[in-house]
Nanobody
């Protein structure tokens, strides 16, 4: 299995920025997809962004396109989520996930491994 540990969450004002990190261990990621999901109280877990490890293809939810950027550092086995122009609607627990795939699914059940999550709170 793959172990995932998120960090970088916190409390910011609307319009501010945060960078989330996800450190991965357990196997090579040459044929893996990494993704960020988020879940707010009373809401379903939703896809935010994903990246393929080897090819670097990316995919974003419409709600974050143009504001968030996903990237990875293959040498450090780490994936990042740069979050700019944050809105109160972005408040949620953000989860890092992985799947042995060269595609980027948007359905949570398609992913095999999950981190414990990191809280992001955006105040108005």
């Amino acid at each position: 299995q793959v172990q995932l540990v998120e960090s970088g969450g916190g409390l910011v004002q609307a319009g501010g920025s945060l960078r989330l990190s996800c450190a991965a261990s357990g196997r090579t990621f040459g044929s893996y997809t990494m993704a960020w999901f988020r879940q707010a109280p009373g809401k379903e877990r939703e896809f935010v962004a994903g990246v393929t490890w080897s090819g670097g293809s990316t995919r974003y939810a419409d709600s974050v396109k143009g504001r968030f950027t996903i990237s990875r550092d293959n040498g450090k086995n780490t994936v990042f989520l740069q979050m700019n122009s944050l809105k109160p609607e972005d408040t949620a627990v953000y989860y890092c996930s992985s799947k042995r795939s060269v595609r980027i699914p948007t359905i949570p059940n398609e992913y095999d491994d999950w981190g414990q999550g990191t809280q992001v709170t955006v105040s108005s």
